[in-house]
């Protein structure tokens, strides 16, 4: 199994930036899919999650600025951030796993597989 995420970038405070996270070697519909973040010297924080196709959730933090999306048939899982602020610089990470639960989906813990991260610094 391999995620790979891209998108990242700099980009200036308020502007837009959508991630992609392409996965292969498992059956993608069949899976959860999440996004989490890491700011420097920071803790790994959740962001959003598509919980098998069917709910989404988000950070409280976040909910009406980020919207996670999927694509079964391209086994793909975007995420789209929009009015960025500096304190959104992170490294931010895919994830995926067959087997975590409803009320399990923000940990981090509950996910097996990650994609190697991608950069986003918001410059202010």
């Known amino acids: 199994v391999q995620l790979q995420a891209s998108g990242g970038g700099l980009v200036q405070a308020g502007d837009s930036l959508r991630l992609s996270c392409a996965a292969s070697g498992l059956t993608f519909r069949s899976y959860s899919v999440a996004w989490f973040r890491q700011a420097p010297g920071k803790d790994r924080e959740f962001v959003a999650a598509n919980f098998r196709g069917t709910n989404t959730f988000y950070a409280d933090s976040l909910k009406g600025r980020v919207a996670i999306s999927r694509d079964n048939a391209k086994a793909t899982v975007n995420l789209q951030m929009n009015s960025l602020k500096p304190e959104d610089t992170a490294v931010y990470y895919c994830?995926?796993?067959?087997?975590?639960?409803?009320?399990?989906?923000?940990?981090?813990?509950?996910?097996?597989?990650w994609g190697q991260g991608t950069l986003v610094t918001v410059s202010s």
């Open positions: 994830a995926a796993s067959r087997s975590v639960i409803m009320s399990s989906v923000t940990r981090d813990q509950a996910y097996n597989y």
